[in-house]
């Protein structure tokens, strides 16, 4: 039995996972220790800020970012490595949300936002084990005709024809369980080394000139003057004329406009010893994706070494649970009880930030402050693209930046305090929910 560890915090429980153990190209950036000048100043080094650096810099001007502990230590170099299609809300809901035209514009960025990270993983030559198919499977025999009927909406509304129904049977020898209804198969999703995406991403943003320092926490930042900020370190300084905030679930008491609109949570994952490629197999016949239909999702796949990584469980605590091997062991074991003799040799925590609705938060502080956060467990993508939509705005094409700055997000109630028990509560019903 472990001791009680802190969630939100980057330094624990990065070393841990079979991410870390298998990285590539894993290098030590410098610390900040003195005054420097920029023309932009990211704060966190994960995708959405490393994809913002790229960007910017690939327009001419001079980028510095500054991590707490590591490139990738946050939800980017962690996650269940999901590349996902389309947005966190599916389209129908988007639609009744925001509008038929908003849903499809956003459907739109959807897309480019999958083709952006497969496009820099093929122009950067990063190795992050891309492996297409994301198989959706009903837990519950009632959401067979919701994937189904989901199917059909994309393709008669969206042109969208690389998904399709997967019977119960076809599930069945797909995965070796019969523990599921049928399900959805997307062609065009896909799962990743997310680490190993994080650690490219920063190759190629310092090959552009981008300057980045790990274990360099900003602890504040100011607005001396209009046109300037000013962000402070314990041992540095950042001048820039713009700042941009990409912390996520890590922001802490950062930016408190920013931080009304998310909530950290920590889910857990852990990865088998390795089965050999005849067991994986039997699990997993085609290595796609999987991800089930609970509000509390399970969410797998195998590993270039025959392990499965597998996905269950969060907490609305600031702690890790004690033991990570065992809380996410049971879930597993709901999935596949043939598992119940395999060691588990790696299990780790890490820290993401929903929504109230569910959708991206973007935002500005005045007109050199933004921030993008909140992707509520669709990061891969999005963060991807919300770096990028932030680096649009900041050279005056903000269009598609504002069409996720103008979704009305609702404040956590309770603030910083008090929207725990809140929280805990409404994700315990609707966990309970799972059950029936």
Avoid at 115 to 141: F, N, P, Q, S
Avoid at 195 to 220: P, Y
Avoid at 323 to 335: A, G, S, T
Avoid at 410 to 424: H, T
Wanted: charged share 20%; proline share 3%; aromatic share 10%.
């Amino acid at each position: 039995m472990g001791s009680r560890r802190q969630g939100s915090d980057p330094r624990v429980g990065y070393d841990e996972s079979w991410y870390y153990a298998t990285a590539k190209g894993l290098v030590q950036h410098p610390q900040l220790t003195e005054s420097v000048d920029a023309d932009v100043c990211i704060v966190g080094a994960g995708y959405t800020g490393l994809s913002a650096a790229i960007e910017l810099a690939e327009q001419g001007l001079k980028v510095v970012v500054l991590e707490s502990h590591r490139v990738g230590a946050g939800a980017s170099g962690r996650n269940g490595g999901v590349l996902g299609m389309g947005q966190r809300k599916d389209q129908d809901e988007l639609e009744v949300m925001l509008g038929l035209d908003v849903a499809k514009q956003m459907w739109q960025v959807a897309c480019d936002a999958n083709g952006l990270v497969r496009d820099r993983i093929k122009r950067y030559a990063i190795d992050c084990d891309l492996t297409d198919g994301e198989l959706h499977v009903a837990h519950r025999e009632r959401y067979v005709d919701d994937l189904r009927r989901y199917n059909d909406h994309l393709a008669e509304h969206y042109g969208y024809t690389e998904r399709r129904h997967v019977s119960r049977e076809e599930v069945r020898a797909m995965l070796g369980v019969d523990s599921f209804y049928g399900g959805a198969l997307d062609f065009r999703s896909a799962h990743i080394h997310p680490l190993n995406l994080a650690l490219g991403l920063a190759r190629a943003a310092k090959t552009l000139g981008v300057q980045i320092f790990e274990r360099s926490a900003v602890l504040d930042y100011q607005n001396p003057v209009t046109d300037q900020v000013l962000a402070k370190t314990a041992a540095g300084e950042v001048r820039a004329k713009y700042l941009v905030l990409a912390c996520n679930g890590y922001l802490g008491k950062l930016d408190r406009q920013a931080g009304k609109y998310q909530m950290p949570i920590n889910n857990f994952i852990l990865a088998t010893e390795p089965l050999g490629a005849a067991r994986a197999q039997q699990l997993n016949r085609d290595n796609v994706a999987v991800v089930d239909t609970r509000f509390v999702v399970n969410y797998f796949h195998n590993s270039p070494d025959h392990r499965l990584i597998f996905g269950g469980g969060e907490n609305y605590s600031p702690f890790f649970p004690r033991d990570i091997k065992d809380f996410v062991r049971q879930h597993m074991l709901e999935v596949y009880p043939q598992l119940a003799d395999v060691k588990i040799d790696y299990a780790w925590g890490g820290t993401l930030a929903i929504t109230m609705r569910r959708m991206p938060s973007f935002g500005r502080a005045g007109p050199n402050v933004y921030w993008a956060q909140g992707y509520s467990g669709h990061g891969i993508a999005m963060a991807n693209m919300g770096g990028k939509l932030i680096a649009e705005a900041i050279a005056g094409q903000a269009s598609r930046f504002d069409l996720f700055a103008n979704i009305r997000h609702i404040p956590f109630p309770g603030g910083r305090w008090l929207r725990w028990p809140g929280l805990v509560a409404g994700m315990l019903y609707y966990s309970l929910l799972d059950k029936f």
